[in-house]
């Protein structure tokens, strides 16, 4: 069975940083793009970043672009996202996804999810 299971959310004021961590395990996750997705209260799911296998090429939304940092450890299976700078309008579930994918800024392409862990973020 596959999991993807999120950590590292929290509370922070705005101009501080987590790291959200994401751990898959139940298969092999050769050649699968990891992304991250939030959302927020009353909101759609929204892309935030996404990384290929090789970790070569990385993407990211404008509005996290400069602040947030995506990376991956094939050799454990997870996935990791640095945040700083945070604002208020970050706050919201993040979710991470998986999935061989070469649109890896839909979110309705994934086929693997986790519960999400949640990201407040206080001005």
């Known amino acids: 069975q596959v999991q993807l299971v999120e950590s590292g959310g929290g509370l922070v004021q705005a101009g501080g940083s987590l790291r959200l961590s994401c751990a898959a395990s139940?298969?092999?996750?050769?050649?699968?793009?990891l992304g991250w997705f939030r959302q927020a209260s009353g909101k759609e799911r929204e892309f935030v970043a996404a990384?290929?296998?090789?970790?070569?090429?990385?993407y990211y939304a404008d509005s996290v672009k400069g602040r947030f940092t995506i990376s991956r450890d094939n050799s454990r299976n997870t996935v990791c996202l640095q945040m700083n700078t945070l604002k208020p309008e970050d706050t919201a579930v993040y979710y991470c996804a998986a999935d061989r994918t070469l649109r890896p800024t839909d979110p309705n392409v994934y086929q693997y999810w986790g519960q999400g862990t949640q990201v407040t973020v206080s001005s």
């Open positions: 990384i290929t296998y090789s970790g070569v090429n990385t």
């Open positions: 139940g298969r092999t996750f050769t050649g699968y793009v």
